[in-house]
């Protein structure tokens, strides 16, 4: 990207580019130095200070179907969702009142949710000692309000970033699973130096030019995404934390401009040895003014697996890095 006239940047005709003088990954530029334990630390510690009114993510919007709940285990707690007879989302205890049959094997039928054991029916509204919980649907993800859990003042509803525009853009959600905390998941994304490092198959070239302790609002990244061999997409994004459990990267320039990338960590509950489980869902929202971006559009249903399987391939070196940190933390061996 060049200035113009202005002095304001300007978008390429052709959003690609070509690395005319590429970098072995071994001899590009050490970050380790930049990377700063105490940095990440007080990003961390900023971004857990903030209130999350005690929602949690659960899932896709799009994972919410007509003949089944979306079930998930939140904070330990087993939660069901699904829409009632006018359309509306509903949730809450994934057992059932009568006895404790698991309400995510049964069906829903015209709204109702009918227990598969002895065919108790839930409308949506409080009955037999089924109660339900505050849900969320903000278009692209679902969530659900758990107080009692959260121990935080509630909020009528989640702080959603902002985004572009479903109806202009395309949307895919990625949800995965590690063996680690919620904090484990967001100190990773707030590492933005590891990208070229630790995921050079996806980005190279790779500058942090901004920092929260320099005064900026988030990490301000320069990068490159790889395409196929030296064709790249070069682009400026920014990383901000604006929940506990979230955060969001945001390109500023470059082709894309304001789409965003959406990471939630919802803690699950511990595993048989007692270890805690985070689920990642993440959801990206991509969105230009390029006429040719309408044909992608078009063509959501095709792109919506190759951008949940490029997050998943991105998620499984990401997990091991979150899965890491815990493992030293939780051992007392965590040099940050």
């Not at 300007?10 to 990377?35: C, K, Y």
């Not at 969702?81 to 509306?88: C, P």
């Not at 980005?203 to 929260?212: A, I």
Request: net charge positive; with cysteine.
């Amino acid at each position: 990207m060049s200035p113009d006239r202005s002095g304001r940047s300007s978008r390429r005709r052709i959003p690609l580019a070509l690395r005319r003088h590429p970098v072995a990954w071994e001899r590009q530029r050490p970050t380790w130095r930049e990377a700063r334990p105490a940095v990440i630390a007080e990003a961390l510690k900023r971004a857990r200070a903030l209130p999350s009114g005690n929602w949690y993510v659960v899932g896709a919007t799009r994972d919410v179907r007509d003949d089944r709940p979306l079930a998930r285990t939140v904070a330990g707690r087993e939660i069901v969702v699904w829409r009632d007879a006018a359309g509306r989302l509903v949730a809450g205890p994934g057992s059932c009142p009568h006895l404790g049959a698991p309400l995510r094997d049964s069906p829903v039928r015209c709204g109702t949710l009918v227990c598969h054991w002895h065919g108790l029916a839930l409308p949506g509204t409080p009955f037999a000692g089924w109660d339900p919980v505050p849900a969320y649907d903000d278009g692209v993800l679902v969530w659900v309000r758990l107080d009692e859990a959260g121990g935080e003042p509630p909020l009528a509803a989640p702080a959603v970033p902002e985004r572009p525009a479903t109806a202009g853009a395309v949307a895919a959600v990625y949800v995965g699973v590690g063996t680690c905390e919620p904090e484990d998941v967001v100190a990773n994304r707030l590492d933005p130096w590891h990208g070229a490092w630790f995921h050079p198959y996806s980005f190279v070239d790779l500058t942090v030019v901004g920092t929260p302790a320099e005064g900026e609002d988030g990490f301000v990244v320069d990068v490159s995404f790889r395409l196929a061999g030296r064709i790249v997409v070069p682009v400026r994004a920014v990383f901000t934390a604006p929940g506990p459990r979230t955060v969001v990267m945001r390109i500023t320039e470059g082709e894309g401009l304001g789409s965003v990338v959406e990471t939630h960590a919802t803690p699950l509950g511990s595993d048989d040895r007692g270890r805690p489980r985070t689920a990642v869902v993440e959801a990206v929202v991509a969105a230009s003014d390029r006429p040719g971006f309408a044909v992608a559009r078009r063509m959501s249903p095709l792109l919506r697996p190759l951008v949940r399987a490029a997050a998943g391939r991105l998620w499984r070196d990401d997990l091991a890095y979150a899965e890491r940190r815990w493992h030293l933390r939780s051992t007392g061996r965590f040099p940050g």
